[in-house]
């Protein structure tokens, strides 16, 4: 089953379906959510289901987002529970829902956050989703169908962890596409999407298995590169490079291509991942500041 089938399957479902990280901060909030709340996902993604816009209260009154929600103790302990409670709808009124959690574990089962289904009192839950189905939609970028950052800030964990443990040091390269703005001014953020989506295949296409290629954010990539030293990262870099620059959008009698520039580091136990991340994104700033569409590590 592929992610456009999960996304809208998840959409015309009755339930209201949100995840949130180990934080509490909130990374999807599907239509089901949208229409049982009131509130719209751009509102609502990239918050924390502690900033209390829900409200939660049960039959009781007693306020549950500060203490006594059962999102939160799923968090904590990490077992499935089932609940009914009042939210508070966008436009002021109380909606009584039937409320379940789960625990979310990546490929490692490792906990990396939960998951929320509710109906309103007069339904009942459509349908049950595993784990793993319920994982793909929640590391998995939406438009381009590869891992989305969240999933990338985890396998950065993961190789770090791995460098201390003694073995191969790791790499990573930040690409991002040239002119990116022009090309949406130009050809419309239909094709742009389009693009956007070649890239993303191109690059999936081109790496190791062993290797992660992640939509960052916009019209920016990650690659997290396992084992690949210093000495091996510049070819890699380029190949990509240059794989991109010979890829085209076609349609009708349209064709669109972009470059991209690209800035690479290699890790080492004495600098953080977010140390890397900036030697990286220096690197890129220098490739866009040499003239765009190379590569500098």
Known sequence: MNLKLYRNMLDSLNEGIYFVDEDRKITFWNKGAELITGFPADEVVGTFCYDNFLNHVDAEGNRLCKDGCPLQATLLD???RSDFVYLHHKKGHRVGVQVKTMPL???????VGAIELFVPESRT??????????????????????????????????????????????????VDIDHFKLVNDTYGHDIGDEILRMIA???????RST???????????????????????????????MLIENSRYRNGELEAGVTVSIGGATASPEI???EL?????TNLYRAKNGGRNQVVV
């Open 277 to 281: 991340f900036k030697i990286a994104d």
């Open 125 to 174: 839950f459509s349908s049950e989703w595993t784990n793993d189905e319920l994982k793909t939609i929640a590391f998995t970028d939406a438009l381009c169908e590869i891992p989305n950052r969240r999933y990338g800030e985890l396998q950065l964990k993961k190789v770090r962890l791995e460098m201390e443990e003694g073995e191969a040091p790791y790499s990573l390269a930040i």
């Open 105 to 111: 574990y990546d490929e490692e089962k490792g906990f």
């Open 272 to 274: 953080s991942n977010e």
């Open 211 to 241: 290797d992660t290629a992640v939509r960052w954010g916009g019209e920016e990539f990650l690659l997290v590169l396992p084992g690949l030293d210093e000495e091996h990262l510049y070819p890699v870099l380029e190949k990509l490079r």
């Open 201 to 207: 295949k191109t690059m999936t296409g081109s790496i």
């Open 78 to 80: 990490q077992q499935e």
